[in-house]
């Protein structure tokens, strides 16, 4: 797994290490040797190889039998303040990791995470349906915009999967979230805000929507795709689209959930061009895992403000 101190990558790790030998590979550019990740690598099953991946990976005597590459350089502000290196690490990245899965014998299955900005070109282009559909048609935002790097470097990371001849899956996680996922992003920092203020929490894109998928679900999702024979060569929605929600009313749940009282919602100027809406159609998915989320969202995130 790598980028397997990551928030997506170590829940993977873990579910995995239960019935499988794992090897987290990671530079730890952004990932963390916290506590969680100790106790992880503890088990005998699990192996911790700090490399950076940007160097050509010839590792002697491994043969796995499933890469999951998660590594990637990724966060809003790190993309907007940093798009050079997002578009060249991210592709050396991918295609190192390709290349040495190409030398793999007995691979099974090769997983690459992209990302639901993918569809943010469409959106700005005014063409994108929703609930969005993998087939979407998919637009590109204008080069000069920073933040489109990301984007950039996650649809050429597709292209290298479906030209590698090797057996591959692509994940396109929206809003992924839960315990351990790090601090910038949209529930940890509206938590963080409402957890420190003792007045006003300022809330930036009120009137945007989301729908959020816990990391419990998620990593079921990516098991079973993992262990399901016949899919195989696929792209998938990687989402829980059961409850689309205002920013504006997350922030206010979360206030419910902190039991504070007295707090004072305050819009803010949105600085990183967030897309306004990210509503994935995840029947695809579902149908070809003939899966069914059971968790509620109310209790997911109980979960995540206590953690």
């Known amino acids: 797994i790598t980028g397997g101190s990551g928030f997506i990558g170590f829940h993977l790790a873990k579910e995995l290490s239960k019935k499988f030998k794992v090897d987290i590979l990671d530079n730890f550019s952004r990932g963390v040797l916290d506590k969680d990740l100790k106790n992880l690598i503890k088990n005998q099953k699990v192996n911790l190889i700090r490399f950076d991946m940007k160097k050509k990976i010839n590792f002697q005597g491994k043969n796995y039998s499933y890469i999951f590459h998660f590594a990637a350089t990724i966060g809003v502000t790190n993309v907007i303040n940093n798009p050079w290196e997002v578009l060249n690490n991210n592709f050396l990245t991918t295609k190192n990791i390709i290349e040495f899965a190409q030398k793999q014998k007995k691979l099974k299955k090769f997983f690459f995470a992209s990302t639901s900005e993918i569809y943010a070109g469409s959106l700005s282009a005014g063409v994108l349906k929703f609930p969005t559909k993998e087939n979407q048609l998919i637009a590109l935002s204008k080069f000069e915009n920073n933040r489109s790097t990301y984007m950039l470097s996650k649809i050429y990371g597709e292209v290298l999967c479906h030209f590698s001849n090797l057996p591959y899956i692509i994940i396109r996680p929206h809003n992924i979230f839960g315990e351990r996922m790090g601090m ?14 003792k007045k006003f929490v300022n809330v930036s894109n009120q009137t945007h929507k989301r729908t959020f998928c816990y990391i419990k679900d998620a990593i079921d999702l990516i098991v079973i795709l993992m262990k399901k024979k016949t899919i195989i060569n696929k792209t998938y929605n990687l989402a829980d689209s059961r409850k689309e929600i205002k920013i504006l009313d997350l922030a206010n749940l979360l206030i419910s959930i902190s039991k504070k009282k007295g707090l004072i919602l305050k ?7 967030s897309p306004e809406r ?4 995840n029947s695809k998915i579902l149908k070809d895992k003939n899966y069914k989320f059971s968790s509620k969202f109310k209790d997911n995130l109980k979960k995540t403000y206590k953690w």
């Open 184 to 197: 910038s992003h949209v529930i940890p920092e509206l938590i963080r805000k409402i957890s420190f203020s």
């Open 278 to 281: 990210r509503l994935a159609d």
């Open 267 to 273: 819009k803010t100027m949105d600085k990183n061009q």
